[in-house]
């Protein structure tokens, strides 16, 4: 995509979500829906005769509305979701076999959603399948539907997992769980994805969206600038010894001392009162 294409279509999310045209409807992509609630930013798959299979339309689609956002100081966080029958059920197959260029691009632009700085909520219901689970696996945590099923099954097509599967899955399950799931191509039903730590919390399905809303509201209302310390924080993990990660919190600690949220949430304690968070005065 040129760079005024995708400044355009930029420009197009942002107008829709701030509301400022109404006739934007048929300029908009027909993969995903887009909707605000207040701070929180909800991202809808819709692809539902394909299971949400992740095209290179749908992952470009996801990368150019949540760009400008990714930097809003008004959005504190995005979830993302499908349907009750599939989060997303893999990867696109037709149009792949034989070639390797079709992968790359897609895998790449995954790569610019996981890089994203607001937090992200997967909410999961059905089917969440190879590059599926690995989408749900680039957000911060998933929370899940009664309904969720999670797995690696790219080795029945004669191929393994391309956009974190082995590496995230190890990471959060455990080496041996993690390498029955990508050799046998089994699926995890939400109880077990609980129990091993693949997801935060389940839900009853006609109650996830509203609760993970609720949660991305929690999270929306702290300083954005700390929340993100935070995450960055909390993903060093995966990239530092405990020794160096502890030198690397304690100074990310002391940066935080001071600050215009620090001043406030200080405050709000000694005052018996909720803080106020991400307003002019406090930013």
């Known amino acids: 995509m040129s760079p005024t294409n995708f400044a355009h279509r930029v420009r197009l999310w942002t107008t829709l979500l701030h509301g400022s045209n109404k006739d934007l409807g048929r300029e908009m ?47 504190g966080c995005f979830v993302i979701t499908g349907n009750e029958r599939a989060f997303a059920a893999g990867a696109e197959i037709r149009g792949r076999s034989g070639t390797t260029e079709n992968a790359v691009s897609p895998f ?18 059905g089917y969440a399948l190879g590059g599926g689970c690995e989408l749900a696996m680039m957000c911060d945590y998933i929370l899940a539907g009664a309904s969720a099923k999670f797995g690696q099954p790219e080795i029945k097509l004669g191929v393994i997992a391309g956009m974190g599967g082995t590496q995230r899955l190890t990471r959060l399950i455990g080496r041996t769980k993690s390498m029955r ?7 995890m039903n939400a109880e077990e994805a609980e129990a091993c730590g ?19 509201a929690t999270i929306a209302g702290f300083d954005k600038s700390t929340v993100e310390l935070a995450r960055e924080a909390v993903n060093k993990v ?28 200080v405050a709000a304690f000694r005052e018996k009162r909720t803080p106020k968070f991400n307003v002019p005065d406090n930013t």
């Open 238 to 265: 995966d990239e530092m010894n405990q020794s160096d990660g502890l030198a690397w919190e304690e100074g990310a600690f002391l940066s935080t001392l001071g600050t215009p949220a620090h001043t406030e949430g």
């Open 108 to 125: 790449a632009t995954w790569s610019a959603f996981a890089a994203f700085k607001t937090p992200k909520i997967a909410a999961v219901q």
């Open 181 to 187: 799931m990508h050799l046998t191509a089994r699926m």
């Open 29 to 75: 992509p027909a993969n995903i829906k887009i909707s605000r609630h207040d701070r929180v930013v909800l991202i809808t798959l819709d692809r539902p005769k394909q299971l949400n299979a992740l095209s290179e339309g749908l992952a470009q689609d996801v990368v150019d509305a949540l760009t400008a956002l990714d930097a809003d100081p008004s959005v």
């Open 198 to 216: 693949l997801v935060a919390a389940v839900f009853p399905d006609d109650e996830l969206i509203d609760a993970v809303l609720k949660e991305a």
